[in-house]
């Protein structure tokens, strides 16, 4: 069983920084899907729908949402089996849950994801 462990949130001021990861569990079904998988970060603000905001391929390459392109990076330590995403000049429309999963999602690996607050 695949899973997925996001760590990092917190409260931060608005301009501020975060640093978020996400570790696959050590199992050796878990290696193989990270390794082979494009992964994402996702969020879901309050009220609103769970959105996708940066993904990174096997190879590296990586895409953004608008709304988070040239503030957030999106980055993979395949040996770590590690996802991380740094979060620059945090706005407070970025207050979300965050959660990591292979891109398209799977409903098996959605973990609990952690909570990013952004305050004026």
């Known amino acids: 069983q695949v899973q997925l462990v996001e760590s990092g949130g917190g409260l931060v001021q608005a301009g501020g920084s975060l640093r978020l990861s996400c570790a696959a569990s050590r199992s050796i079904f878990s290696a193989k899907i990270f390794v082979i998988n494009t992964m994402g970060w996702y969020r879901q603000a309050p009220g609103k729908q769970r959105e996708l905001v940066a993904t990174?391929?096997?190879?590296?390459?990586?895409n953004y949402a608008d709304s988070v392109k040239g503030r957030f990076t999106i980055s993979r330590d395949n040996a770590r089996r590690t996802v991380y995403l740094q979060m620059n000049n945090l706005i407070p429309e970025d207050t979300a849950v965050y959660y990591c999963?292979?891109?398209?999602?799977?409903?098996?690996?959605w973990g609990q994801g952690t909570q990013v607050t952004v305050s004026i």
């Open positions: 999963n292979v891109d398209p999602s799977d409903d098996r690996y």
């Open positions: 990174i391929t096997s190879g590296g390459s990586t």
